[in-house]
C-alpha cells in the first residue's frame, strides 16, 4: 500500500521567489513523499529571475501562479514551512493539525536591488536556490525535527 504524502505548504511574503523555489525542488526532488504548496501573506508575482535560476537547473516554475493561502485548495496541511522571517512573523493560523516551522533563506531579490550586472544579479538568486535544494533535500525528515 502506497504511503500518504506529507503536505507541505512553502510560506513567504510575497509567494514571488523563495516559497515557489521550494515547492518547485520538493515536487522535483520528493514528489513521491510530499505534496508541496506554496503561498505568501500577500500575492506579488511570480520573478522571472526565480523562474531562470530554476529552469537552470531543469525545474520548470514558469507555469506557477503567486497566490496567498486564501486562494489554495481547501486541504489540511501537515506542515506550513515559513521561508523568510516576514512570513514567519506573520503567518496565519492554521488549524491544531498543521505545524509551523521555520527556515528562512535571504531574499534575492532585495540583496540583487543595487546590482547593475546581471550575473552578479542572478549569483545571488542561484546561491539562494542551491541553498533551498539542499534543505528541501532533507525532507520530510528534517520537518520532524525542527
Given at each position: 500500500m502506497k504511503a500518504k504524502k506529507i503536505r507541505v505548504l512553502f510560506?513567504?511574503?510575497g509567494n514571488s521567489?523563495?516559497?515557489?523555489?521550494?515547492?518547485?525542488?520538493?515536487?522535483?526532488?520528493?514528489?513521491?513523499?510530499?505534496?508541496?504548496?506554496s503561498a505568501g501573506t500577500a500575492a506579488k508575482g511570480l520573478d522571472p529571475l526565480a523562474v531562470k535560476a530554476?529552469?537552470?537547473?531543469?525545474?520548470d516554475i514558469s507555469g506557477y501562479k503567486s497566490k496567498t493561502v486564501a486562494d489554495l485548495p481547501k486541504v489540511e496541511f501537515d506542515y506550513?514551512?515559513?521561508?523568510?522571517?516576514?512570513?514567519?512573523?506573520?503567518?496565519?493560523?492554521?488549524p491544531a493539525k498543521t505545524r509551523v516551522v521555520?527556515?528562512?533563506?535571504?531574499?534575492?531579490?532585495?540583496l540583487a536591488?543595487?546590482?547593475?550586472?546581471?550575473?552578479?544579479?542572478m549569483a545571488h538568486y542561484r546561491r539562494?536556490?542551491?541553498?533551498?535544494?539542499?534543505?528541501?533535500?532533507?525532507?520530510?525528515?528534517a520537518l520532524k525535527t525542527m
Open positions: 510560506l513567504c511574503t521567489c523563495r516559497s515557489q523555489m521550494a515547492e518547485g525542488w520538493a515536487r522535483r526532488l520528493k514528489g513521491d513523499l510530499i505534496e508541496p504548496f530554476m529552469a537552470e537547473t531543469g525545474v506550513a514551512v515559513t521561508v523568510c522571517s516576514d512570513a514567519d512573523a506573520n503567518c496565519p493560523f492554521f521555520h527556515r528562512g533563506f535571504d531574499d534575492p531579490p532585495r536591488a543595487g546590482e547593475t550586472d546581471s550575473e552578479k544579479r539562494v536556490r542551491d541553498e533551498i535544494r539542499d534543505f528541501i533535500e532533507t525532507l520530510p525528515d
